[in-house]
């Protein structure tokens, strides 16, 4: 009789854990990989040759899901030439706005832009900054254009935590545009 109340004594101290639980303090916790709410993305070109900045916008003040875009802007831009180019990502949900950009900065090692053009041949873009592992970021960068053509131009926002190696395959995005893209 005594070695079954030590098997049950056993048992039970081993099934007690599943039993247990933890202490809810109230606060809610949020995951790593929450991606942010980004409503404006703005597109600086600035013609390398000449100086002058030609700007584009997509905008979507309520976020994905509600009203179509207020603006989407059509990027075009002069065949075979250089530009630099310059990213911006806002939450303009909230008031004030915020300025998610500075976030992406701080928070580098997290986040990749990808520049992908269609047709591929349209332009190149090549990343002018990096994290501090030495992985690309591109929140700037430098483009070439091709000849004339008209196509897309896909901006993503990958957001990667602990796990970018400098390709877009890991994480989520935070922003997947195909901005109209003409070349003339």
Do not use: W
């Amino acid at each position: 009789m005594r070695n079954n109340k030590k098997i049950a004594l056993l048992l039970f101290l081993a099934a007690a854990p599943l039993f247990m639980q933890c202490k809810d303090s109230g606060e809610e916790l949020e995951p790593d990989e929450e991606n942010e709410l980004i409503t404006t993305v703005t597109l600086h070109f600035t013609d390398e040759a000449s100086g002058t900045t030609s700007t584009f916008l997509f905008q979507d003040k309520d976020g994905t899901g509600g009203n179509d875009a207020s603006q989407f802007d059509t990027i075009r831009l002069a065949p075979n030439s250089s530009y630099t180019l310059e990213l911006e990502f806002l939450d303009e949900s909230k008031n004030p706005t915020d300025d998610i950009t500075g976030e992406i900065l701080e928070e580098a090692v997290d986040h990749l832009v990808l520049i992908t053009p269609n047709p591929s041949t349209a332009l190149t873009y090549h990343y002018s900054d990096e994290d501090s592992n030495g992985l690309p970021l591109g929140l700037s960068g430098h483009v070439n254009t091709a000849s004339a053509v008209s196509g897309k131009l896909k901006v993503q926002l990958r957001h990667q935590p602990g796990t970018k190696d400098g390709t877009s395959t890991p994480g989520t995005d935070d922003v997947n545009i195909d901005f109209p893209l003409i070349i003339e």
